[in-house]
């Protein structure tokens, strides 16, 4: 069967766009005429940037995209012409990241028991140089999941990690939401909900590039801007997914942490810094959010 690899296409460097291409390339010589490569553009981005020079393994497809897409609808339409597509799995890789040639190898392996697969990263600076660590290097990241309320709190989920079973997308669609930042982990919190079990690979599948374009990157909060941000998406992750009712006590809580960093900033400040194991994306976050509440209520 083949693979899908997954990716929407934004603006970038001529580097980026390269190294994007050659990771391809290296993919289809690992699977010669059995990758289905999906590049979903944004409206002012020409996808032959993103393309190796010789893409003679590889089947390439790049659908219709209207000229007023979201972001939200680009993940939309990446993820139903996926699901269009014929193949045994479907992988995620984002544009600024690099998808390595093994990675169908070690997500088939890992599927065998699974629906969803997910992989350690290397981390790449800027200019595509390796900084000596992986993603999960400070993770604690189980082997297996099999119940959402493992990501309530925190994410490992991205759409550079990731490869999901083909017949599971196509049975269970997940319709995206209006507005959304943390897609992936909204994508696979659907997923999981649903009943999908996810398996982590016994390898690295890709390379996870660090710079400013990052909704997240790497690393924690490290101060208090930071954090506003993560609390704000979050809420909208948290809306997106079942309203007010649902996610009542997390609202409440990261309505909390913001009044903290609004009225006792220096508080919050040292909270943060004193976290000693982060254990995803978002972690940080509820780890600060927790204890701030601990402490506004001891002093009340």
Request: hydrophobic share 40%; with cysteine.
């Given at each position: 069967?083949?693979?899908?690899?997954a990716s929407?296409?934004?603006?970038q460097?001529?580097?980026?766009?390269?190294?994007?291409?050659?990771g391809?390339?290296?993919?289809?010589?690992?699977?010669?005429?059995?990758?289905?490569?999906?590049?979903?553009a944004?409206?002012?981005t020409d996808?032959?940037r993103?393309?190796p020079?010789?893409?003679?393994?590889l089947?390439i497809?790049?659908p219709?995209?209207?000229?007023?897409?979201?972001?939200v609808?680009?993940r939309?339409?990446?993820?139903d012409?996926?699901?269009n597509?014929?193949?045994?799995l479907?992988?995620f890789?984002?544009?600024d990241?690099?998808?390595?040639?093994?990675?169908?190898?070690?997500?088939?392996?890992a599927?065998?028991?699974?629906d969803?697969a997910?992989?350690?990263?290397?981390?790449?600076?800027?200019?595509?140089?390796?900084m000596?660590?992986?993603?999960?290097?400070?993770?604690?990241?189980?082997n297996?999941?099999?119940?959402?309320?493992e990501?309530?709190?925190?994410?490992f989920f991205?759409?550079?990690?990731?490869?999901v079973?083909h017949t599971y997308?196509?049975?269970?669609?997940?319709?995206?939401?209006?507005p959304?930042i943390?897609?992936?982990?909204f994508?696979?919190?659907?997923?999981?909900?649903?009943?999908?079990r996810?398996?982590?690979?016994?390898g690295v599948v890709g390379?996870?590039?660090?710079?400013?374009?990052?909704?997240?990157g790497?690393?924690?909060?490290?101060?208090?801007?930071?954090?506003?941000?993560?609390?704000?998406?979050?809420?909208?992750h948290?809306?997106?997914l079942?309203?007010?009712?649902?996610?009542k006590t997390?609202?409440?809580?990261?309505?909390?942490l913001?009044?903290?960093i609004?009225t006792t900033?220096t508080t919050?400040?040292?909270?943060?810094?004193?976290?000693e194991?982060?254990?995803?994306w978002?972690?940080?976050?509820f780890?600060?959010a927790t204890e701030?509440?601990?402490?506004?209520?001891r002093?009340?």
């Amino acid at each position: 069967m083949s693979a899908v690899i997954a990716s929407v296409l934004y603006p970038q460097s001529d580097l980026i766009a390269r190294q994007y291409a050659e990771g391809l390339a290296a993919v289809g010589r690992s699977e010669p005429g059995r990758i289905r490569i999906l590049l979903v553009a944004e409206p002012g981005t020409d996808p032959e940037r993103f393309l190796p020079g010789d893409r003679s393994d590889l089947d390439i497809h790049t659908p219709f995209v209207p000229a007023t897409v979201t972001r939200v609808g680009l993940r939309q339409i990446m993820l139903d012409e996926a699901t269009n597509l014929s193949g045994d799995l479907v992988v995620f890789a984002d544009c600024d990241d690099i998808v390595d040639p093994g990675a169908l190898l070690h997500f088939r392996a890992a599927l065998a028991d699974a629906d969803i697969a997910f992989g350690d990263l290397r981390l790449i600076d800027a200019n595509g140089a390796e900084m000596g660590k992986a993603l999960f290097d400070a993770w604690n990241v189980p082997n297996r999941i099999e119940h959402v309320d493992e990501i309530r709190w925190r994410n490992f989920f991205g759409l550079s990690n990731t490869a999901v079973k083909h017949t599971y997308l196509r049975q269970n669609r997940v319709e995206l939401k209006e507005p959304l930042i943390a897609i992936d982990w909204f994508l696979f919190h659907n997923l999981l909900a649903l009943g999908a079990r996810a398996q982590k690979v016994n390898g690295v599948v890709g390379s996870y590039r660090q710079y400013a374009a990052n909704t997240l990157g790497a690393g924690r909060a490290s101060n208090l801007d930071d954090l506003s941000r993560l609390t704000d998406i979050t809420r909208q992750h948290l809306l997106a997914l079942g309203g007010e009712e649902q996610f009542k006590t997390d609202l409440e809580l990261l309505q909390t942490l913001k009044r903290g960093i609004e009225t006792t900033p220096t508080t919050v400040q040292a909270i943060l810094d004193g976290l000693e194991d982060v254990s995803g994306w978002y972690d940080d976050l509820f780890q600060t959010a927790t204890e701030y509440k601990k402490r506004a209520a001891r002093r009340n």
